[in-house]
């Protein structure tokens, strides 16, 4: 890990209001899926995209179903979508 995050206020909101750290979404941007969709770039984490060494990191698959959206242009991340439970 270690990329910088750099989050919009709105992002800053919703990430308090759903307990997100920077460094789950850090995590997300290393290890999930990218998608450039209606000027956005949406980065999702699922369950085949944790690394194997992860399997037994019981926050890795609570990330499962995670989206972060970033502006592809600034890296800034817009907002993050709620974690699926269960």
Same mark, same amino acid.
């Given at each position: 890990m270690g990329q910088r995050v750099i989050?919009?206020?709105?992002?800053?909101?919703r990430t308090?209001?759903?307990n997100?750290?920077?460094c789950d979404i850090e995590y997300v941007l290393e290890n999930g899926q990218s998608?450039?969709?209606g000027g956005a770039l949406h980065i999702f984490l699922? !369950? =085949?995209?944790i690394p194997e060494e992860d399997n037994k990191r019981n926050?890795?698959?609570?990330?499962v179903g995670?989206?972060?959206l970033m502006n592809p242009k600034s890296g800034e991340i817009i907002t993050d979508i709620e974690? !699926? =439970?269960?």
């Open positions: 989050l919009s206020s709105h992002a800053i909101t308090a209001q759903r997100i750290k920077n998608i450039y969709n699922r !369950k =085949k995209d926050r890795a698959h609570q990330l995670t989206t972060v974690i !699926k =439970k269960g």
